[in-house]
Nanobody, 124 residues
Framework: QVQLVESGGGLVQAGGSLRLSCAAS????????MGWFRQAPGKEREFVVA????????SYADSVKGRFTISRDNAKSTVYLQMDSLKPEDTAVYYC?????????????????WGQGTQVTVSS
């Protein structure tokens, strides 16, 4: 069992930056693929980025490539999402998720555990 708690969301102007954190509890964090998803009002949940348990493999949505960076610190059981050059269209609730599988997946159905989400609002 893995419990996830996101933090770091907030309101920022376009072009600004935010850093999200996802703290995990549970003994298997280091073996989990971790992902970030987001959901804007009236829209479906959208893949943002994922990272393998060792941190060597990552996958980014085209919409955030070059602006967002995922990283993880297995010693702290935490995964981070550095978001730079934010745009109003990045506004959404951001969710951290853990996948017991080893493959880096963009499919939310592959993820077994979810955080409660943190709101990111980018003003124009």
């Amino acid at each position: 069992q893995v419990q996830l708690v996101e933090s770091g969301g907030g309101l920022v102007q376009a072009g600004g930056s935010l850093r999200l954190s996802c703290a995990a509890s549970g003994r298997t964090f280091s073996t989990n693929t971790m992902g970030w998803f987001r959901q804007a009002p009236g829209k479906e949940r959208e893949f943002v980025v994922a990272i393998s348990y060792g941190g060597r493999a990552t996958s980014y949505a085209d919409s955030v490539k070059g602006r967002f960076t995922i990283s993880r610190d297995n010693a702290k059981s935490t995964v981070y999402l550095q978001m730079d050059s934010l745009k109003p269209e990045d506004t959404a609730v951001y969710y951290c998720a853990a996948d017991r599988g080893a493959l880096v997946s963009r499919d939310y159905r592959e993820y077994d555990y979810w955080g409660q989400g943190t709101q990111v609002t980018v003003s124009s």
